[in-house]
């Protein structure tokens, strides 16, 4: 798959508090979830973006709560996909199952500006940017996560053999 | 080559003969969680893939602890749909209303979780199960959902990180100062991908309530699940609870780990977590002149009756300053109930506390503790995180309940050793 879009630079430790707050869980409504992405980190978020931009975060990214509401979100959003020098375990695993592409990359969040352009090719493991044409690795996804992108998240994964 | 006893856990739950870190595993659940917020999620992806009946009626629990009293309509609508669904499928653990407590603390004192289980729940702290020697981690909703359907999940074997905690604590110092310098040590993703392993002589002294609650907060440190290997201190507190039968694992004496870690309890004082991150750790005695606006004693890290108990002696005759609201939240109906009957309940009403329903509401700032802009709170809870309590220019500090309780008397963060 091809991803192509402008960054938008986070911190190191992004929790899902910063992705998606607490106070709008009372709906699961994806287009609710999506009108407050990312509002406690940059209230301006989802008027700045356009679809198919990318999150790029630091360390850690989607730490704290289990909420699957954060991925909901930033899908909803028009995110292509999200960018991180690492992940927590539960954004991992919540991202695989429901479809929102994510990336590892320890390299790129010093070596590009916000707002760069850059593609994404996941079958080629690069990340290239526009004006520049330069180009990173990503970190191989595993193969049962792949297998899970190409099913269509877990629960059409399971259905396969269920 | 030995096991740890997350594997060992991990491992009996499949049908494979051995496993390795980092192996891909499908294992089968034995309680699969879920709450008001990330149940509805996993009833719709439920429904979505076609499920007409959940895999176990006594195996699914679904708890109303969030934002429950129903803050608002959206949430009333949120529950209706959960119990619906609950009475639909005919859950035996199903609780709202007076029946309620948080999840967390709810689990381990009415027996539904116990020693040797794998426990899933869409919810973070499902960690905390952990203190009784479970597996039990946290996953999302669409995890719930599968879990729920074929009775199974999928997991990567995790490396071990083992703690040895030696030494005689110190007055005051408690599980969650232990967990808080332990977290201050590695980080908020020291411990990413891993299991946390507590044990040596501190911990083979320290009580069911201090183990739930350092486990609870392995999380944000990353862990997959933290793990106290079941002891006399386990067997007493599970045995009149459970109504089925449970497996005490250990580690094997050559079982690997990636990192060993020694720590000298007695060195640790009173710990402090500043904002905004639950790492940013430092002593109470260095905690500097902070004023506060808000006590909160509660929550699934630290809302169990030992933890009112401490609250209660250190605010027994005394009144909180006047300008702090003091809040104390106990987790479960039963807590509450033996909290009246030991007259905690009085004290803490005498000293000026506002004593609220169990509810996960406060801490994750859904309703009941607010905090407004630019104002500040000590909480007996485990994130700190900007906004976690409300305003995004709030401050939340995380402490032990000595420290709540003595911070709530001073108006500022303080010491109870400071009141003697």
Redesign the interface.
Known sequence: MIYKGRVWKFRD?I?T??II???Y????DPKELAAHCME??DPQFVNKIKTGDIILGG??FG???????AP?AIKEAGISCVIAK?F???FY??AF??GLPIFESAELWAAIKEGEEITVDSSAGTITTTTEGRTFRINPI?P?MEQLIADG????H??KK? | MGYTITEKILMTHTDLKEIQTGQLINARVDIALGNDITAPIAIKEFRKAGGKKIFDQNKVVLVLDHFTPNKDINSAMQCKFVREFALEQKVTHFYEGGNVGIEHALLPEQGIVLPGDLVIGADSHTCTYGGLGAFATGVGSTDLAAAMLTSELWFKVPQSMKFIISGNLQKWVCGKDLILYIISRIGVDGALYKAMEFTGETISKLPMADRLSMANMVIEAGAKNGIFPPDAITKEYVEKKAKRKYTFYSSDADAVYSDVIEIDGSKIEPQVAFPHLPSNVRGVSAAGNVKIDQSLIGSCTNGRIEDLRIAAQILRGKKAAAEVRLIVVPATPAIYKQALQEGLLEIFMDSGAIISPPSCGACLGGHMGILAAGERAIATTNRNFVGRMGHPQSEVYLASPAVAAASAILGRIASPAELA
Do not use: Q
Not at chain 1, 25 to 28: A, E, I
Not at chain 1, 153 to 156: F, Y
């Open positions: 430790n929790d508090d910063a707050p607490a106070r869980l009372n709906t699961s406690d980190s360390e850690n730490c704290g709560s289990s909420r699957e509401h909901i690492s927590a375990r539960i695993r919540n199952n429901m595993p049962f998240g877990l629960m059409k399971i259905a269920w």
